[in-house]
């Protein structure tokens, strides 16, 4: 009888498609970890977290509706070295509030931790195994346009030249999903289901 769940990661690319995979897990009954939702939720709602980021960023970093994402991403966007700070704030909290997420589902076969950075963050060396998500790059330019109306194309590219190069991502990952509009994602997402429970 194993201890605990299989911790399984998603990532991918900027419109690759991570959260549709993610919705398609959560309908077979797998809990779902949201990496980035719930770095946003701690950001605007620990208060040590807003007390850290405001004594290193200052007061204009909230807002009376929380973290004021236009001044931090002016502010670390384009300087790794500050972002490198604010990822020492974030990263931590996010990585105990994923901690007491995995204890708090401890009965289920497995998890899944939907994160972009698996592999820049080094939390794959605590998953048992990594599921990328792909697209062709122009087709995830085109999801995020419509998604994100406040981005334009060369926002966007700047995003995914600062994210792994997508060769890399498919080649330390232990499966790829294409989410292309070619391929059929269901028939995907129920064989990898099946394969994961072979492996508890």
Same mark, same amino acid.
């Given at each position: 009888?194993?201890?605990?769940?299989?911790?399984?990661?998603?990532?991918?690319?900027?419109?690759?498609?991570?959260?549709?995979?993610?919705?398609?897990?959560?309908?077979?009954?797998?809990?779902?970890?949201?990496?980035?939702?719930?770095?946003?939720?701690?950001?605007?709602? @620990?208060? %040590?977290?807003?007390? /850290?980021?405001? &004594?290193?960023?200052?007061? =204009?970093?909230?807002?009376?509706?929380?973290?004021? +994402?236009?001044?931090?991403?002016?502010?670390?966007?384009?300087?790794?070295?500050?972002?490198?700070?604010?990822?020492?704030?974030?990263?931590?909290?996010?990585?105990?509030?994923?901690?007491?997420?995995v204890t708090s589902n401890c009965q289920q076969p497995y998890l899944i931790k939907e994160a972009a950075l698996?592999?820049?963050?080094? @939390?794959? %060396?605590?998953?048992? /195994?990594?599921? &990328?998500?792909?697209?062709? =790059?122009?087709?995830?330019?085109?999801?995020?346009? +419509?998604r994100d109306p406040f981005r334009n194309e060369k926002e966007i590219k700047s995003i995914i030249e600062?994210?792994?190069?997508?060769?890399?991502?498919?080649?330390?990952?232990?499966?790829?999903?294409?989410?292309?509009?070619?391929?059929?994602?269901?028939?995907?997402?129920?064989?990898?289901?099946?394969?994961?429970?072979?492996?508890?």
């Amino acid at each position: 009888m194993k201890n605990k769940p299989l911790e399984i990661g998603v990532t991918g690319g900027i419109g690759s498609g991570k959260s549709l995979v993610c919705k398609i897990f959560s309908l077979l009954g797998v809990p779902v970890y949201n990496s980035d939702n719930r770095a946003k939720w701690i950001t605007n709602n @620990s208060k %040590k977290v807003r007390r /850290k980021i405001t &004594n290193r960023f200052g007061t =204009e970093a909230y807002t009376a509706e929380g973290l004021n +994402r236009d001044y931090m991403a002016g502010k670390v966007f384009n300087d790794p070295a500050q972002l490198k700070i604010l990822n020492a704030i974030v990263h931590p909290a996010v990585g105990q509030d994923y901690d007491l997420w995995v204890t708090s589902n401890c009965q289920q076969p497995y998890l899944i931790k939907e994160a972009a950075l698996i592999f820049e963050a080094g @939390s794959y %060396k605590r998953l048992y /195994k990594v599921i &990328n998500v792909s697209a062709p =790059e122009d087709l995830r330019i085109r999801r995020v346009l +419509r998604r994100d109306p406040f981005r334009n194309e060369k926002e966007i590219k700047s995003i995914i030249e600062k994210q792994m190069a997508e060769v890399d991502r498919q080649q330390r990952s232990d499966y790829n999903v294409f989410n292309d509009e070619k391929k059929m994602l269901i028939p995907q997402i129920l064989d990898l289901h099946e394969e994961i429970l072979s492996l508890i």
